[in-house]
């Protein structure tokens, strides 16, 4: 097969379409022919040599992907070669074949086609373990997201109004911004031009924002906090603003707040699984019944995969790139 390979760590340009020898699946493993992958940024960290892989897993980037089953490997039960669907990986989504975990594959949501389909299981996984499985975002309360018109951005926005929340985002720009609201957010913040601090605490008659999703890290951890409700909870997934920060214990006790970092990459193949069912039980019908969509900036052949990487990092898209076969 081929996929894209990193020969050495560098810019775009170090991402390479070269023939690979063939993945074969393993115990409780299904083996996909590839129709697409999605471009996330651990993808560009793995490039330039910040992400390495875990141990044993697929050395091309590659964090979801959709197609169709062409192989089933010993112990899986519930799916058959020629099944169309989308998966959660460790890794090898930016290849023509890749074998994943039966746990962590997804049927493709009614009113879904292939390609687009291979823009859901990262986000989705993403945003459901962490708004709603561990800071149980709930219907009345305020979501701030960073990055509203990003692929997290756009999903995160749809699911939290979906459950009844009030959604505020933060992006760069009038048509960013545009692009948030048409999706629902209800409370509009350019972080180029507004301190977001400020305008949730005057959207929320001084309360802050309930959760928060970030995916600065240490840039915005002092603000965030500041931004936080009584009771109010951060949850980072992300580190484009720094790895360390100094933070106000006094402040974050004085509201009764918390703080988690998580990552799915790492996570154990049993958690991944929970989580992928979880989003099965809760997202997929939400998908099928229109009332979230996935939002596709535009689709780049995966052996160009270094401009998919070079519009990432330009940040001037909205919503997700995908890479087709």
């Known amino acids: 097969m081929y996929a894209i390979t990193i020969p050495e760590p560098g810019g775009p340009e170090a991402l390479v379409w070269a023939e690979v020898p063939d993945p074969v699946p393993g115990e409780g493993e299904v083996l996909v022919d590839v129709a697409a992958s999605a471009v996330n940024r651990a993808d560009l960290l793995q490039r330039q040599g910040f ?17 169709r089953i062409a ?40 009113n879904v086609d292939l390609v687009t389909a291979a823009a859901l299981p990262e986000v989705t996984s993403t945003i459901w373990s ?36 009030t959604v505020a985002v933060t992006a760069g720009g009038k048509e960013k911004l545009r692009r948030c609201a048409e999706l629902g957010a209800d409370i509009l913040i350019d972080y180029r031009e507004q301190d977001f601090v400020e305008e ?29 409700a009584v009771n109010g909870r951060l949850a980072i997934i992300g580190l484009q603003g720094g790895v360390k920060g100094e933070l106000n214990l006094a402040a974050l006790l004085g509201k009764r707040a918390a703080i988690t970092a998580t990552s799915l990459r790492g996570r154990p193949q049993e958690e991944k699984a929970a989580i992928v069912a979880a989003v099965r039980e809760h997202v997929w019908p939400l998908i099928g019944a229109g ?33 087709t076969r």
């Open 291 to 323: 009332r979230v969509r996935p939002v596709i900036d535009r689709t780049v052949p995966m052996s160009e995969a270094a401009e998919a990487h070079r519009v990432l990092e330009a940040s001037g898209h909205v919503g997700k790139v995908l890479l």
């Open 130 to 165: 962490n708004i709603f499985m561990i800071s149980h975002l709930r219907p009345g309360e305020t979501l701030l997201v960073h990055g509203g018109a990003s692929g997290i951005g756009t999903m995160a926005i749809q699911l939290a109004k979906a459950v009844g929340a």
């Open 71 to 110: 192989e089933i490997g010993p112990g899986v039960s519930g799916w058959q070669v020629g099944d169309e669907v989308c998966a959660l990986l460790v890794g090898g989504g930016y290849a023509e074949k890749v074998a994943v975990p039966a746990g962590q594959l997804l049927p493709l949501p009614e």
């Open 200 to 228: 949730i605490r005057q959207a929320t008659d001084g309360a802050g924002a309930d959760v928060i999703l970030d995916i600065m890290g240490a840039k915005y951890l002092d603000r965030n906090v500041k931004a936080l």
């Open 51 to 67: 992400y390495d892989p875990p141990p044993g897993s697929s050395p091309y980037p590659g964090l979801e992907c959709s197609g």
